[in-house]
């Protein structure tokens, strides 16, 4: 059964390739769209846990840190490093803005900090000196060209771009770090806001414990102790912001998956259909020699397995060589292709679609005459 | 030979069809994942579509609503409201941030209305007051239907609780759906006062709205001032090029699927038919003729897998849309363009193997049994 199955796929091996690579793009489509969906949630996971901290505070009612106003007093940090357990709070905030040239703007999470929650690793330049001073994500250096040393002007206030990071990108969009002096000079010298207080100056605390202390305990300890305050592990808030993301993307990246899955199921099927259609003649000898229709339609499964096995990696193979290209081209964008769980779930789905595949030429097969085995083709 | 494509098609219906119908569901992916960019970027655009100011003023240096900040001092509201030309100027309060109802969090914009900025409201209603009093607030109809909430229960923004008092129409986005609030409410959860996002400025009969823009910036200080029809296009871009890689990539990818199932359909046909090909040649018909023969073979796969997918987008879409009320697909005349020059490529791209397999059959193996 096995070597019948291989040999058939040799004997023509360019129809064999095509087969395999059409199998290979529907899948490699399946996992870029799941990658593409898994990508969103997992950058809106690392924005939290990047920032770094053991605890966050945030405004009381807030939930998420992505996108959401939260809008902390400035006493609130005396408030929580006077509490027991608590070794230091860095206070965070950050705002949206809008940069680029007429025609080609694109929004960008200005993130401030002070001691701790900035940009991860440079991967070009030097870390902020002064006010001017901005860490730009890789994805705003490509879509505009921008190297260390060029400006960054943001409503008339001139930043200008010390150094470059990566993976600081979310919700379509990346984010620029600067210091607390940088948004005090952009205030002051730039015509963001007539007033100063319309922006949230301390929108989250980044809760550093001291050794030994207990996370719980100290959790409890700043809701009671410090009024209008709602405190997170890091986790619990980049669960929230995934939980949203879901909320966000979850309904339309379902509706494209499942285009995706039928174009395999249709891809899957048409191929396993015109191959049985082309090997009518075969069948027909095998029935001739007292093959049951069970047995061919093994053969059939056998064979369509065999280039899944084929496909499945090829297919993965794609869709990464596609993902590095999306993330090498626009890096604001994230492709989580080989997330294992993504890969069970397509891995599962394909699997289904042959079998389903393989079953819709049997009714072709079992009105196959054994007499068409004495025919010229 | 238009009759031997004709009969070799027809012959094998049930491989074309179904070859066919793969192309066609990989065009549909491609025109659906572009059209939920493009619906998504026409809701964004929906409240100032609907809110049809002529003139939106803004803090000076931002040109957009969506994802924007902006805060200009509310004086400037009446000193507006006076310059010759305008009709009336109505100030809106404007937060980007999350609501939640019914146990689901949702992005929204918050709208904080003042008590005679009806104008600037919700335009059409499913049910309750399109004017919220203090503490109230409402919300899109499609969180109605998915959430199970209705007239009365509460809503939150922050730590602020709000009672839905009615649900509007139209105005539900995936990334921005519009809830609207009082202006003192949206004031008081800000923090702020003193200040207003935009002023929607509706102009005198007659007035040109590009003039009426630029009279306002040259007498009022730090504002930007922009017609309507601008303001809505570079929301529309700015939300349009958000997603514009991504679709084009899987217009790449989805495209070589499409040229992948095309080949492998037209080189099994050929396949299929090497004797056939032999005996055309043994009787003096050129290769030319014979690529012609597959590219048109081609031409007619792609042609109705491409009229399935027009057909589908057109059908299946705006149900989608209905059934999935969270997605808004739109399918455009440019898309559809689009898809038919992809397709023109991916015809002639998919004739290459068979062609080449063409080239190599020998005439002597026609009269071979």
Same mark, same amino acid.
């Given at each position: 059964?096995?070597?019948?199955?291989?040999?058939?796929?040799?004997?023509?091996?360019?129809?064999?390739?095509?087969?395999?690579?059409?199998?290979?793009?529907?899948?490699?489509?399946?996992?870029?769209?799941?990658?593409?969906?898994?990508?969103?949630?997992?950058?809106?996971?690392?924005?939290?846990?990047?920032?770094?901290?053991?605890?966050?505070?945030?405004?009381?009612?807030?939930?998420?840190?992505?996108?959401?106003?939260? $809008?902390?007093?400035?006493?609130?940090?005396?408030?929580?490093?006077?509490?027991?357990?608590?070794?230091?709070?860095?206070?965070?905030?950050?705002?949206?803005? %809008?940069?680029?040239?007429?025609?080609?703007?694109? #929004?960008?999470?200005?993130?401030?900090?002070?001691?701790?929650?900035?940009?991860?690793?440079?991967?070009?330049?030097? $870390?902020?000196?002064?006010?001017?001073?901005?860490?730009?994500?890789?994805?705003?250096?490509?879509?505009?060209?921008?190297?260390?040393?060029?400006?960054?002007? %943001? $409503?008339?206030?001139?930043?200008?771009?010390?150094?470059?990071?990566?993976?600081?990108?979310?919700?379509?969009?990346?984010?620029?770090?600067?210091?607390?002096?940088?948004?005090?000079?952009?205030?002051?010298? $730039?015509?963001?806001? #007539?007033?100063?207080?319309?922006? #949230? +100056?301390?929108?989250?605390?980044?809760?550093?414990?001291?050794?030994?202390?207990?996370?719980?305990?100290?959790?409890?300890?700043?809701?009671?102790?410090? #009024?209008?305050?709602?405190?997170?592990?890091?986790?619990?808030?980049?669960?929230?912001?995934?939980?949203?993301?879901?909320? +966000?993307?979850?309904?339309?990246?379902?509706?494209?998956?499942?285009?995706?899955?039928?174009?395999?199921?249709?891809?899957?099927?048409? %191929?396993?259909?015109?191959?049985?259609?082309?090997?009518?003649?075969?069948?027909?000898?095998?029935?001739?020699?007292?093959?049951?229709?069970?047995?061919?339609?093994?053969?059939?499964?056998?064979?369509?397995?065999?280039?899944?096995?084929?496909?499945?990696?090829?297919?993965?193979?794609?869709?990464?060589?596609?993902?590095?290209?999306?993330?090498?081209?626009?890096?604001?964008?994230?492709?989580?292709?080989?997330?294992?769980?993504?890969?069970?779930?397509?891995?599962?789905?394909?699997?289904?679609?042959?079998? /389903?595949?393989?079953? /819709?030429?049997?009714?072709?097969?079992?009105?196959?005459?054994?007499? %068409?085995?004495?025919?010229?083709? | @030979?238009?009759?031997?494509?004709?009969?070799?098609?027809?012959?094998?219906?049930?491989?074309?069809?179904?070859?066919?119908?793969?192309?066609?569901?990989?065009?549909?992916?491609?025109?659906?994942?572009?059209?939920?960019?493009?619906?998504?970027?026409?809701?964004?655009?929906?409240?100032?579509?609907?809110?049809?100011?002529?003139?939106?003023?803004?803090?000076?240096?931002?040109?957009?609503?969506?994802?924007?900040?902006?805060?200009?001092?509310?004086?400037?509201?009446?000193?507006?409201?006076?310059?010759?030309?305008?009709?009336?100027?109505?100030?809106?309060?404007?937060?980007?941030?999350?609501?939640?109802?019914? !146990?689901?969090?949702?992005?929204?914009?918050?709208?904080?209305?003042?008590?005679?900025?009806?104008?600037?409201?919700?335009?059409?209603?499913?049910?309750?007051?399109?004017?919220? !009093?203090?503490?109230?607030?409402?919300?899109?109809?499609?969180?109605?239907?998915?959430?199970?909430?209705?007239?009365?229960?509460?809503?939150?923004?922050?730590?602020?609780?709000?009672?839905?008092?009615?649900?509007?129409?139209?105005?539900?986005?995936?990334?921005?759906?519009?809830?609207?609030?009082?202006?003192?409410?949206?004031?008081?959860?800000?923090?702020?006062?003193?200040?207003?996002?935009?002023?929607?400025?509706?102009?005198?009969?007659?007035?040109?709205?590009?003039?009426?823009?630029?009279?306002?910036?040259?007498?009022?200080?730090?504002?930007?001032?922009?017609?309507?029809?601008?303001?809505?296009?570079?929301?529309?871009?700015?939300?349009?090029?958000?997603?514009?890689?991504?679709?084009?990539?899987?217009?790449?990818?989805?495209?070589?699927?499409?040229?992948?199932?095309?080949?492998?359909?037209?080189?099994?046909?050929?396949?299929?038919?090497?004797?056939?090909?032999?005996?055309?040649?043994?009787?003096?018909?050129?290769?030319?003729?014979?690529?012609?023969?597959?590219? @048109?073979?081609?031409?007619?796969?792609? !042609?109705?897998?491409?009229? @399935?997918?027009?057909?589908?987008?057109?059908?299946?879409?705006?149900?989608?849309?209905?059934?999935?009320?969270?997605?808004?697909?739109?399918?455009?005349?440019?898309?559809?363009?689009? @898809?038919?020059?992809?397709?023109?490529?991916?015809?002639?791209?998919?004739?290459?193997?068979?062609?080449?397999?063409?080239?190599?059959?020998?005439?002597?193996?026609?009269?071979?049994?």
């Amino acid at each position: 059964m096995w070597r019948l199955a291989f040999r058939q796929l040799t004997h023509d091996w360019i129809r064999s390739l095509l087969t395999a690579l059409a199998i290979s793009a529907a899948i490699a489509v399946i996992l870029i769209l799941r990658g593409f969906e898994q990508g969103l949630y997992a950058q809106s996971e690392a924005v939290v846990l990047d920032r770094g901290g053991q605890l966050i505070v945030a405004q009381a009612g807030v939930s998420n840190f992505l996108a959401v106003r939260s $809008s902390l007093p400035q006493l609130t940090r005396e408030r929580v490093e006077a509490i027991d357990g608590v070794s230091l709070a860095h206070p965070i905030t950050g705002f949206w803005v %809008i940069y680029g040239p007429e025609g080609n703007k694109f #929004p960008l999470l200005l993130l401030v900090y002070d001691t701790l929650g900035g940009p991860p690793p440079l991967i070009e330049g030097r $870390s902020i000196e002064d006010g001017h001073d901005v860490i730009i994500d890789i994805g705003l250096s490509k879509k505009f060209d921008l190297k260390p040393g060029d400006p960054l002007v %943001i $409503s008339d206030f001139e930043f200008r771009v010390a150094g470059i990071t990566n993976h600081s990108s979310a919700l379509f969009s990346t984010f620029a770090f600067v210091s607390y002096d940088g948004m005090i000079d952009l205030f002051l010298e $730039s015509e963001i806001a #007539p007033d100063i207080s319309t922006f #949230p +100056l301390l929108s989250f605390l980044l809760v550093d414990l001291e050794p030994g202390a207990d996370r719980a305990g100290v959790m409890q300890a700043i809701e009671d102790q410090v #009024p209008d305050v709602d405190v997170f592990t890091p986790q619990q808030l980049a669960q929230n912001d995934v939980a949203l993301g879901k909320e +966000l993307f979850g309904p339309i990246m379902g509706v494209l998956i499942s285009l995706s899955y039928m174009i395999g199921l249709l891809v899957i099927g048409l %191929i396993v259909y015109a191959d049985v259609s082309v090997r009518r003649h075969d069948y027909g000898v095998m029935k001739a020699l007292g093959f049951r229709l069970s047995h061919i339609v093994r053969g059939v499964m056998v064979q369509t397995m065999m280039l899944m096995v084929f496909a499945f990696p090829i297919g993965v193979s794609v869709a990464s060589l596609v993902a590095i290209g999306i993330e090498w081209r626009a890096p604001v964008y994230m492709v989580d292709v080989l997330e294992p769980l993504g890969l069970v779930h397509v891995l599962s789905g394909v699997i289904v679609m042959m079998i /389903l595949g393989g079953l /819709l030429p049997l009714r072709l097969i079992a009105r196959t005459d054994p007499v %068409i085995a004495f025919q010229v083709e | @030979m238009l009759r031997w494509i004709y009969k070799t098609l027809w012959l094998q219906k049930g491989p074309v069809l179904s070859s066919a119908s793969g192309v066609a569901a990989a065009f549909v992916l491609v025109i659906a994942l572009e059209a939920a960019f493009v619906g998504e970027s026409n809701q964004i655009v929906g409240y100032i579509r609907h809110a049809n100011a002529d003139v939106w003023v803004m803090q000076k240096g931002v040109s957009n609503m969506h994802m924007a900040t902006t805060f200009v001092w509310d004086w400037k509201v009446k000193r507006i409201s006076e310059l010759p030309g305008v009709k009336h100027a109505t100030p809106i309060l404007y937060v980007n941030t999350v609501v939640k109802a019914g !146990g689901r969090n949702w992005f929204a914009y918050v709208i904080g209305l003042k008590p005679d900025g009806a104008r600037a409201g919700p335009w059409a209603m499913t049910e309750g007051k399109p004017h919220p !009093g203090a503490g109230q607030i409402v919300l899109p109809r499609v969180y109605a239907d998915m959430a199970g909430i209705k007239i009365g229960d509460k809503a939150e923004i922050a730590d602020k609780a709000f009672t839905i008092v009615g649900f509007s129409e139209q105005t539900f986005s995936m990334a921005n759906s519009i809830a609207f609030v009082t202006f003192s409410d949206l004031e008081e959860l800000l923090s702020i006062s003193g200040t207003v996002s935009f002023i929607l400025v509706d102009a005198q009969e007659g007035q040109d709205p590009r003039e009426l823009a630029q009279r306002i910036e040259q007498q009022i200080d730090k504002v930007s001032a922009i017609p309507q029809e601008r303001f809505i296009h570079n929301d529309f871009q700015i939300a349009l090029l958000m997603g514009v890689e991504i679709v084009s990539f899987m217009t790449i990818i989805g495209s070589a699927l499409a040229a992948l199932i095309i080949a492998f359909t037209a080189y099994s046909q050929v396949a299929r038919r090497r004797r056939e090909l032999a005996i055309a040649k043994a009787l003096g018909f050129k290769n030319q003729s014979l690529y012609l023969a597959i590219i @048109m073979q081609t031409f007619i796969i792609t !042609g109705l897998a491409l009229a @399935m997918a027009l057909l589908v987008s057109w059908v299946l879409l705006p149900a989608i849309s209905a059934f999935v009320p969270q997605v808004t697909l739109a399918v455009t005349t440019a898309s559809l363009i689009k @898809m038919s020059l992809i397709a023109l490529a991916v015809a002639l791209l998919a004739a290459l193997v068979p062609a080449h397999f063409v080239a190599r059959v020998d005439p002597i193996s026609s009269f071979k049994v």
